[in-house]
């Protein structure tokens, strides 16, 4: 398997900030806080899923209002 350093980061799961360098090929990853999955999932490194939950309350919130608008406002302008 090869690892791309140029796309890889590492983060480290705990409750308190560790520092950890992780060493591919002699070079050092960088050590992120946080980390966005393939599937848009918002992964920290204290395991909180509090940022996450806010982002896909945001996301909804923004669905409804595009419907609200598209839906809505036009059946009652139509009236």
Known sequence: MRIST????A???D???VACPL???GEVLP???????????????EG????EIDR?????SAVMRSVYRTVV???ESKG
Not at 6 to 9: G, L, R
Not at 31 to 45: A, D, M, N, P, R
Request: aromatic residues 8%; glycine residues 8%.
């Open 6 to 9: 140029s796309k890889s980061e």
């Open 11 to 13: 983060m480290v799961l």
């Open 15 to 17: 409750r308190k900030r």
């Open 23 to 25: 060493q591919v090929g």
């Open 31 to 45: 050590q992120v806080e946080e980390f966005k999955y393939l599937s848009g999932v918002l992964f920290t490194s």
């Open 48 to 51: 909180k899923m509090e940022r």
């Open 56 to 60: 896909r309350i945001g996301a909804a």
């Open 73 to 75: 406002v036009k059946k």
